[in-house]
């Protein structure tokens, strides 16, 4: 490890080996991105996962009760997880909340795929939602999340990426992605170590801090002017 002067850990499933790392090797230093970490030689950047999906949560709300064109008058929406943990229940909540924020009266359906890279059981999920009333669906699901996206095509219906920008995927129907980006993160942490002013502890990042939000480009979805209006006035908030 002499030859190494930074590591990186993506993920809050490696904190266990992190934390060994750490014992073991006291020399180099450790980025873990998401991560809540507190270690000596170890620099834990965290987003705020609450805030990742609140903006999203507002469009839903409000585009649920919107003439946007593949909305219906249900005024439900609807949520899919790939696997329950704390940090996807926060996201979960972010967009619960953001929703309600804007519209009180809105239902959410919540859905558990219960792995990260099951498309097919992400579609079936997402159409039995859309089944339901539903209008729009967050994903929250790794790579079954493609089953999700394309469901919404499926039921013409909208949904929103996660994590890097994936609207080109379905761009008529994935309004927006909920966005984090790791690659600021991992390049702020790198340029640090260069610069000199690199420093272990807990880093916790959010809206404000320009980590996460809302990311609508390359998506021909057209956003009404008040939902758009809202939205920029909420993130200043």
Known sequence: CGEYFLFF??????????????IDFTGPKISHIDSSTDLPNVSAVYTKWQEQTFLTGVLAGLGTISDMPLANEENVIGVILGQENPALR??????????????????????????????????????????QGADFI?????????????ASVEANRYSFGVGANINYLEPDHIVATAARKVNEMVYNEVKALVDGTWTAG????????????????????????????????IEKR
Do not use: H
């Open 202 to 233: 807990y880093k916790i990042s959010g809206i404000a801090e320009g980590a996460v939000g809302y990311d609508a480009s390359e998506s021909n979805v057209v956003l009404p002017e008040d939902i758009q209006k809202a939205l920029t006035e």
């Open 138 to 150: 967050q994903a929250i699901a790794g790579a079954s999340g493609m089953g999700i996206y394309n």
């Open 9 to 22: 850990g993506l993920s809050s499933y490696k904190i266990e080996d992190i934390n060994e790392i750490s």
């Open 90 to 131: 926060k996201g979960v909540v972010g967009y619960i909340a953001g929703a309600k924020y804007v519209n009180p009266d809105v239902t959410v359906l919540e859905g558990n795929v219960d792995s990260f890279n099951d498309p097919g059981k992400g579609k079936e999920f997402a159409l039995s939602m859309y089944n």
